[in-house]
């Protein structure tokens, strides 16, 4: 194992181990900057052209440039807000065997799979996400946020909430959302139908789902619902958050949802070709099986209808979100292709729904997804003008989250 991997997964570890170790120094440390740019998308729908100065300062774009300030050339390529993916799964990583990782509590081999995951999400453009897998994430995100792990800011589910015999009373129901918030979860995750590969199946009623999201409310959480078919309509009338997927729901079932307010996540451009191109490294595995794979291959232009429908629904907050697992971790902005191509989706739009749409859905619209000042320093540049070739998307050269500078392949700085 490298050193640089031993260190990631001693970090990691360290919570669960009990162990204190020194932080992790950053590639940069964060300092006064002032980004010479012609080129800037402001994360809502414009991009400006033309000499532009990004003055940046502890960690936050501000509206002067400082003196003797770091100057860092992006002329030529496009600026953006550090972009943000709504639904990954950090924990779902390839083994040394080349196949989907089974592990239960937090392996080295998990750790290690999750801090490679993390370094190549963030290296792709995306500084925030939200990973709604597995308890494993909150050692990743306090190792990110407080021990300068390489990785982009993560907010964690720690899990999700599914249906039990013992779980159906509204008690039980309260008590789960409470453990979630009480584990140190940001949100919570419940799953109110069951997988694709498995049918699809509602499993919380309406007046569970109600109980669920109220209690998440009440304790200062969003809620995320995992749903098919008129389980769209249900979570949304139920006052939960955001729905994902949503496949199979009509576009009356869409237009509740709008009218509602609930954020709409439907993913068309990585997750399921994900699946199938790596489906040998899956099967054997849960209920990853071949009559699985083939059911989602089938239903793909399904995903893409949805989508459409979303897109063409007045008033719909349809955000970024790719269900990334393994071998598609680092490839997140193949998603914004497949908006554009499967849900008719202008390409600012797409861009927008992984800036503004995609911080407001968080609650953190006051600080994310967007270039001005006051907001986090989270910048991107990509070679290319991605409202006019979208492929640019899978040309990052430059990513800064919070001030800091962890990938630059282009021109070297100019100094002061």
Not at 223 to 239: K, L
Not at 315 to 327: H, L, Q
Request: aromatic share 6%.
């Amino acid at each position: 194992m490298r050193p640089c991997r031993l260190l990631a997964v001693l970090i990691l570890a360290a919570p669960v181990l009990g162990a204190q170790l020194p932080p992790l120094p950053p590639p940069s440390a964060p300092g006064d900057v002032t980004i010479l740019a012609d080129r800037v998308f402001d994360g809502a729908g414009h991009i400006a052209r033309g000499p532009r100065r990004i003055a940046i300062a502890a960690g936050r774009v501000t509206a002067t440039p400082q003196p003797g300030a770091r100057v860092i050339d992006l002329r030529g390529y496009t600026v953006l807000p550090g972009w943000i993916d709504t639904h990954v799964h950090l924990e779902s990583y390839f083994d040394a065997a080349g196949r989907i990782g089974t592990d239960t509590t937090p392996t080295p081999a998990l750790l290690m799979g999750m801090a490679d995951n993390a370094y190549r999400t963030l290296l792709g453009g995306f500084t925030t996400v939200q990973a709604v897998g597995d308890p494993a994430d909150r050692i990743l995100r306090d190792a990110i946020a407080s021990r300068g792990l390489p990785g982009p800011r993560i907010l964690t589910s720690l899990g999700w909430i599914v249906m039990h015999a013992d779980s159906l009373d509204e008690t039980s129901l309260r008590a789960m959302v409470r453990a979630k918030r009480d584990a140190g979860a940001d949100l919570v995750k419940i799953f109110a139908s069951t997988s694709q590969r498995v049918g699809a199946k509602p499993t919380f009623t309406e007046a569970q789902l109600r109980t669920l999201c109220d209690e998440a409310r009440a304790l200062g959480l969003r809620a995320m619902v995992h749903a098919y078919r008129s389980q769209v309509a249900v979570a949304a009338r139920a006052g939960c958050s955001q729905v994902e997927h949503a496949t199979y729901a009509t576009a009356e079932e869409i237009a509740e949802a709008a009218r509602l307010g609930t954020v709409i996540s439907p993913q068309v451009g990585l997750v399921v070709q994900n699946y199938i191109a790596n489906q040998d490294r899956y099967i054997g595995v849960g209920n990853y099986t071949p009559e699985g794979m083939q059911i989602m291959l089938r239903d793909l232009p399904l995903d893409f209808e949805v989508c459409r429908i979303a897109a063409a629904t007045p008033g719909a907050k349809v955000v970024f979100s790719t269900d990334a697992t393994a071998g598609a971790h680092g490839r997140n902005a193949e998603e914004f292709l497949g908006r554009v191509e499967h849900c008719g989706q202008r390409p600012v739009d797409a861009l927008a729904s992984a800036n503004v749409v995609a911080a407001a859905s968080l609650g953190m619209g006051d600080r994310l997804g967007r270039i001005a000042p006051g907001y986090e320093a989270d910048l991107i540049a990509l070679d290319g003008d991605p409202l006019t070739d979208l492929t640019a998307v899978r040309r990052v050269v430059f990513v800064m989250k919070g001030g800091v500078v962890y990938k630059w392949v282009g021109r070297p700085t100019t100094g002061r």
